[in-house]
């Protein structure tokens, strides 16, 4: 039974992270992929360590999992930070979609 | 009193690491803390940003309704990229307020946008975030500040 739950997480992860390559490649501009880069930094890397925490249990292994987990879950959103900012200061114009919002930025 | 509980957070990180509880190592371990504590304490870091002991009571919460907003938003950008049931992307960039009243509640807010897919946050100042979305249905739950009001803040609970 735990075996099909992570086996099923870990499918999933995988396929997300198969997704998110796709959509790099599919999106048209910088500031878009990132967005897709995004979905392989999150919920794909989320449920792969979920995964691998039903095989190994109640251990200290589990629990360093959940460290590699707490450490994705504080910096994969500062380095996405960072790539964003630096591309804007670098002077990238991002591809606007229709009715863009405020306009004010 | 916020030196002695990182001091025993510091302390069950360490023997939980390496795994091997025989005297001589606990003991080297409780060594290393305590020469760590002691350069922490020097250097004045262990303070309300670093150690953020006043926001534990918030964070399950938080912490819960950020996961399911990593799953919905994922959803959503999954959607696009495969072009199952979607109007097609159109990338917005949006100014929003900063309620918080701290560098590290908007700090929090800025990386809680950017943990979501399909919103990155680009420029943080002291009363504005810069986001990019994906789509004016990201950009507009954005606007809303429904999130904002999510975020674990100090001057909140006072």
């Known amino acids: 039974m735990i075996d099909v739950l992570s ?56 629990f360093k999992l959940f460290l590699i987990f707490v450490f994705l879950f504080f910096t994969s959103p500062t380095a996405s930070h960072a790539l964003a900012n630096a591309a804007m200061h670098g002077g990238l114009k991002p591809q606007l979609g229709r009715e863009n919002g405020s306009g004010k930025a | 009193m916020k030196v002695i509980s990182f001091g025993v957070l510091l302390f069950a990180l360490w023997a939980l690491l390496s795994g091997y509880f025989s005297p001589l190592l606990l003991s080297l371990g409780a060594i290393s803390v305590a020469l760590t504590l002691y350069l922490a304490n020097r250097m004045n870091v262990i303070d309300h940003e670093s150690y953020p002991l006043h926001l534990y009571s918030k964070f399950p919460l938080f912490f819960a309704y950020i996961m399911r907003e990593i799953v919905i938003a994922n959803i959503d950008v999954v959607k696009e990229i495969l072009k199952i049931g979607s109007k097609g992307i159109s990338p917005q960039v949006i100014k929003l307020p900063l309620p918080q009243q701290t560098d590290l509640g908007r700090a929090i807010y800025a990386n809680s ?3 979501t897919p399909g919103t990155v946050t680009v420029e943080l100042d002291k009363n504005f975030v810069t986001v990019h979305a994906l789509t004016k249905e990201g950009a507009d739950e954005l606007l809303s500040g429904e999130m904002s009001v999510m975020i674990p803040d100090q001057l909140a609970d006072k």
């Open chain 1, 7 to 62: 086996w099923v997480l870990l499918g999933v992860g995988g396929l997300l992270g198969v997704i998110g390559g796709i959509g790099i490649h599919r999106f048209p501009d910088f500031y878009t992929r990132l967005h897709a880069a995004g979905t392989t930094d999150t919920l794909c890397a989320i449920l792969i360590l979920l995964g691998l925490g039903f095989q190994a249990g109640l251990s200290l292994d589990a």
């Open chain 2, 113 to 115: 946008i950017t943990l």
